[in-house]
């Protein structure tokens, strides 16, 4: 049985309500992204910071619950989380919503009874199974790459798994707290087979298709420029249109995260198309992961171990078939699986998160292969294979 709480039993300490009451006074810049959207300076239409403000964490707190009097004094040092958090509000609405992408197979689409699937809507029933005790009490948003951060910032979604590049810019200008990277990806250009390109040379004076108001479109075009190469952006708002304009010749290449080629690679043979190449270079860096609202750490840390979940279980070989019947001696494990009696690290997260996650989603090896191996890309070997096996799926240890 899993015990759900009132998220006001999770004891916190004074400098967290701090943040959590400063957070509501704050107002983050518009943005918005692709694989990542591009934000500030050359990526954002607006680089001013959030306004800073004058009201006390109590006010803030009184403000957060719609009380008019502030919190009453205290001497104490532990104090309870804020009622007005996003972790106490998504317990209480019973649902989570979660910004997708949904027209990326493998990581994100929807059929036409409007059923979702993909690697990052598996990620948001992770964290609605480590929260709620449900991976289906999902609420699916999709966004376009340029909705996306104002869609984090307005409040519309709790959180973003959208195949998002978590960069500098977005991190400290989009009011956006990035989390574990759930997938190591990198740019790379797609060309029909028949055309004979195999070098971004080859591509001299070519119409590429790109989505705008991402980071592909900013790599393009500094990559391009670096080397002297001419070439013409062919810009798209989302793959459901750019797709169609790349198969009947509108433009010569696709540029994208090399995952998102792969995956309409697969579908563009699978429904009879052009043979297509995705040439060898990578030449771009594209972390992508989780995405919260700046400020909320109660709401980070539950959505971010809820995330590493799913590694940690492949790393200690318990998949959905065995989490719930081990009964081993491991101390690491027995803490991870919540069966040692009095350990509470404090996440607002029941003892067992764990086990729920994974028996309701699977381990990140059983994610992986359900939806991504599908479309071509194999995880052994890759940077996304687990830190023993020489790839960068490394989590904290759970004690």
């Known amino acids: 049985m899993i015990r759900r709480g009132n998220a006001s039993v ?9 943040a959590l009451g400063l957070v509501v006074g704050a107002c983050s810049s518009d943005g918005d992204s692709g694989d990542g959207a591009a934000t500030t300076g050359t990526e954002s239409e607006s680089t001013e910071a959030p306004a800073e403000t004058e009201a006390t964490a109590e006010t803030e707190a009184a403000a957060d619950t719609g009380s008019t009097e502030a919190p009453a004094d205290t001497d104490t040092v532990d104090v309870v989380q804020s009622e007005g958090g996003t972790l106490a509000a998504v317990q209480e609405r019973g649902t989570l919503r979660c910004g997708v992408n949904d027209a990326v197979p493998g990581f994100g689409v929807v059929d036409s009874s409007g059923n979702y699937s993909g690697f990052d809507v598996d990620f948001c029933k992770v964290v609605a199974a480590g929260v709620l005790g449900d991976p289906e009490a999902v609420e699916y948003v999709p966004l376009t790459a340029e909705a996306r951060f104002t869609a984090l910032q307005s409040g519309e979604i709790d959180v973003l798994i959208r195949n998002t590049t978590w960069t ?20 790379g250009m797609m060309v029909p087979a028949e055309t004979g390109f195999t ?33 013409t952006p062919v810009v798209f ?3 459901t249109a750019l797709r169609p304009a790349y198969e009947e010749g509108q433009c ?28 060898e270079e990578t030449f771009s860096k594209e972390p992508l992961g989780p ?8 709401w980070a ?24 019947s081990y009964s081993g001696d491991d101390p690491n494990i027995q803490r991870f699986l ?62």
């Open 199 to 231: 070098t971004l040379e080859d591509l001299a004076d070519a119409s590429i298709c790109v989505l705008s108001g991402t980071t592909t479109e900013l790599n393009l075009t500094s990559v391009f420029e670096a080397r002297g190469i001419p070439f």
């Open 168 to 187: 500098a810019t977005r991190d400290g200008n989009e009011g956006s707290n990035f989390l574990f990277t759930t997938f190591y990806d990198g740019q």
């Open 291 to 298: 995405v919260v609202v700046d400020g909320d750490d109660e």
């Open 237 to 239: 708002e989302d793959n």
């Open 252 to 279: 010569e290449a696709w540029t994208s995260d090399k995952s998102q080629l792969a995956a309409n690679k697969f579908a563009i043979e699978g429904d009879g198309g052009a043979e297509q190449l995705i040439m």
């Open 10 to 18: 999770w004891k916190r300490t004074a400098g967290t309500l701090l």
């Open 301 to 324: 840390q539950a959505v971010n171990w809820a995330v590493m979940a799913p590694v940690q279980a492949w790393e200690f070989d318990l998949d959905s078939s065995n989490i719930g």
């Open 338 to 399: 919540g069966q040692e009696d009095g350990f509470d690290p404090g996440l607002g997260l029941p003892s067992d998160f764990a086990v729920v996650i994974v028996e309701g989603v699977g381990n990140y090896q059983e994610i992986y292969e359900a939806n991504i191996t599908p479309i071509g890309i194999e995880l052994p070997g890759t940077v996304n294979d687990l830190w023993t096996n020489g790839g960068l799926m490394y989590v904290p240890p759970y004690r």
